[in-house]
């Protein structure tokens, strides 16, 4: 295993015998320290080089110790910073704390003593900086940059997660299974002022009422059998972040309500317990439900359900953004590839992906992400033919209303020219209503209806 660098140490001392002796004691201890006289040199060499801490005096002709701390703030904000400076003068020490500085020794010490700090600081310092990089690539991961498709229909909800992002209200996300539900809202997270928080994510459907409500709001010792101890819940756990309720149409009414006092008044009750909690988290639900379907058969309460629609996206289905497939399919194939390097397959055949283009997709996203895996592992070609498509790949339905065979009624015509005029229209719901001089939510009642028929 590959041992991280030594340390790099600059000493600082008008006294410059002293600063060389402190670095020689440095560097015996294992870090790579340097020792110099001149405070003007040392903020030249802060610029110009880079150092895990800075080891200073406090009274220096020319620059004194607080300037070239503050030096150090302003070119190497992560160098870790420690005074040294005489007992007399230990008010101004302090005052280097409150600027910035890691500690301060007073004279005489041992360079034992600089090194335990050192280590400390550098030590911190290092956390830190793996922090803010896990955090930035997580984002990286996860923001709108990195949602697959630029089709009509995905514009308007990466628009609508970046008017939303910010705002301190409940996100409700609405889609069919596999239609990335997740990933919208990691991106509303990520996008957000709350994105240095934590992500945490459950599936309401996933757990029973009794252990679900465990897992949102905690316990203590003895709260049920099997509880030997106390555990903070999911609602702390997501505490400055946002916690995700995946399928919360699955959620029990009783625990319906126990989220809509927390939604209402921002405290928390773990199971067992007489205190409540504070807590400062941000709600996104997602479910493939017709929520208000289920309000209507006393499954959801009406009152929840205006709380969390103060913003919905609604995620568009695959068959309603046709245009994205090629892309997705390209996407998908290389993050396959990644996996199954020794694949032979290396691209996808114009014949097979006219038939992909032609698939209904009922179960999304996720049911192509598993084909094009499946035909990578599978193929015995570099490109990919339709013999080698699984069988239950089927040609969509055409929804174009032609004048020919049967009659139908009115409403089966106008149900399936809506479709039509939706696929037509890159799946944008506004553009669609717009052209059909409708408002938004005849439209979507259509839609619903068409979508009940398949």
């Not at 970046?162 to 409700?172: C, H, I, M, Q, T």
């Not at 997705?328 to 990644?338: G, P």
């Not at 397959?345 to 032609?358: A, D, F, K, N």
Request: overall charge neutral; glycine content about 8%.
């Amino acid at each position: 295993m590959t041992r991280p660098p030594a340390p790099r140490v600059l000493v600082v001392d008008d006294q410059v015998s002293l600063a060389e002796t402190i670095a020689e004691g440095l560097a015996e201890r294992g870090f790579d320290a340097v020792g110099i006289g001149s405070s003007v040199e040392a903020a030249r060499r802060l610029g110009e080089e880079r150092f895990d801490a800075l080891v200073t005096d406090l009274r220096m002709p020319e620059l004194d110790g607080l300037a070239l701390l503050s030096r150090a703030r302003e070119v190497a904000p992560d160098c870790a910073v420690i005074v040294m400076t005489a007992f007399s003068a230990v008010d101004t020490a302090i005052e280097s704390i409150r600027r910035g500085a890691y500690h301060y020794l007073t004279k005489p010490f041992k360079v034992d003593e600089v090194a335990l700090f050192l280590d400390r600081a550098v030590g911190e310092a290092r956390l830190r900086r793996e922090a803010v990089t896990l955090k930035r690539s997580l984002k990286d991961r996860f923001s709108l940059g990195n949602l697959v498709g630029r089709s009509g229909a995905m514009r308007e909800v990466c628009e609508l997660v970046l008017r939303v992002a910010d705002a301190a209200v409940p996100v409700l996300i609405l889609g069919e299974t596999g239609t990335g539900k997740g990933l919208i809202a990691r991106a509303v997270h990520a996008e957000g002022s709350r994105a240095a928080g934590p992500f945490v994510t459950v599936n309401c459907a996933a757990l029973p009422e009794t252990l679900l409500e465990s897992e949102l709001f905690g316990h203590v010792k003895g709260a049920f059998t099997g509880a030997t101890s106390k555990r903070p819940g999911l609602f702390e756990a997501a505490h400055g972040g946002t916690l995700f309720l995946d399928e919360i149409g699955e959620m029990t009414p009783a625990l319906q309500a126990k989220l809509l006092d927390v939604l209402e008044r921002g405290v928390v009750r773990a199971v067992g317990s007489n205190k409540e909690t504070s807590v400062d988290v941000r709600i996104v639900a997602a479910t493939h439900r017709d929520l208000r379907e289920r309000v209507a058969s006393s499954q959801f309460r009406q009152d929840l359900l205006y709380r969390l629609e103060v913003v919905t996206v609604e995620v568009p289905p695959l068959r309603h953004r046709r245009d994205d497939l090629p892309v997705l399919v390209e996407h998908f194939l290389k993050e396959s590839k990644a996996r199954h390097p020794h694949s032979l397959v290396e691209r996808i055949g114009p014949e097979t992906m006219s038939r992909l283009l032609e698939h209904p997709w009922p179960g999304n996203v996720r049911e192509l992400e598993h084909l094009i895996e499946r035909v990578v592992l599978l193929a015995r070609s570099p490109e990919v033919g339709v013999a080698d498509l699984p069988a239950t790949l089927t040609v969509s339905r055409d929804a174009t209303p032609f004048f020919r065979g049967e009659v139908l009624p009115l409403r089966e015509v106008q149900r399936r020219y809506v479709a039509w005029a939706f696929d037509q229209l890159g799946g944008r719901k506004v553009q669609t209503a717009e052209e059909l001089e409708v408002d938004i939510k005849t439209l979507s009642r259509w839609l619903r209806d068409d979508e009940k028929t398949k």
